[in-house]
């Protein structure tokens, strides 16, 4: 369906943007983005760009779940990885492939339903979902070797970083209009923080949604 050049082209961008993590890029090349859109969108599935999934949400942009991705296994590898904002459960996919076990966390029962059906397609067998509000992380399977956020709070939620384990790397866009992409280490000196860039996520909300 997508031609291979096309898909070249996006993980060139990538290196171009500064993306450097080879492991990052490989599985980049190779996870499928089409089949996290509904058909009508599929055929922008490896432009560098955000897309629309319903509810208000969109699929993250490539190049952000790269430098994400990159920046949560920077110190290492990661055994026990959560992530907050399943949406279509791409950036779920790319970290199960990079990682032990992939925690996620979603508000919108509709999306978390259709994520799960992309892994069992996939044969991802080591991503565990829940439907709850990832204010609150996943105390009961914590703590994590890496937390990421794919929603933006206006301030990070305490919960996540007592969910850190030590040594432990959380990655999260923090802000209302203007967003940075946080990079936290729970290092022995105490929690380390990091600005890394501007971005652009849909804000972390509270609750969760049924239907
Ligand atoms: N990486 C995902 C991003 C989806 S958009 C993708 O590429 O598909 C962000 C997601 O975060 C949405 O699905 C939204 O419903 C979810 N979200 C927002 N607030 C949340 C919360 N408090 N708990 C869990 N998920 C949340």
């Given at each position: ?69 990159e920046l949560l296994l920077a110190g290492g590898p990661l055994q026990r990885v959560l992530e907050i904002g399943t949406g279509s459960g791409y950036q779920t996919a790319v970290l199960a492939q990079l990682v032990g076990e992939v ?109």
């Amino acid at each position: 369906m997508t031609s291979q050049r096309t898909r070249e082209r996006l993980i060139q961008r990538l290196v171009d943007q500064g993306i450097g993590d080879q492991q990052v890029l490989d599985v980049i090349r190779t996870t499928p983005r089409h089949l996290f859109l509904e058909e009508a969108m599929a055929h922008r599935a490896y432009e560098d760009v955000a897309l629309p999934i319903g509810f208000q949400q969109t699929l993250t942009q490539p190049y952000i779940v790269a430098r994400m991705t990159e920046l949560l296994l920077a110190g290492g590898p990661l055994q026990r990885v959560l992530e907050i904002g399943t949406g279509s459960g791409y950036q779920t996919a790319v970290l199960a492939q990079l990682v032990g076990e992939v925690y996620s966390v979603e508000r919108i029962k509709p999306l978390q339903v259709l994520a799960r059906k992309r892994m069992r397609a996939l044969k991802l067998r080591n991503v565990h979902m829940t439907h709850a509000d990832g204010n609150l992380g996943w105390p009961e399977r914590g703590p994590f070797d890496g937390i990421l956020a794919a929603a933006a709070p206006e301030r990070i939620p305490p919960e996540l970083l007592r969910q850190l384990a030590p040594g432990g790397r959380l990655v999260i866009p923090v802000g209302g209009e203007n967003q940075q992409l946080q990079l936290v280490v729970n290092s022995a000196e105490g929690l380390l923080t990091e600005a890394v860039e501007s971005v652009r996520f849909v804000p972390l909300r509270s609750g969760t949604v049924r239907s």
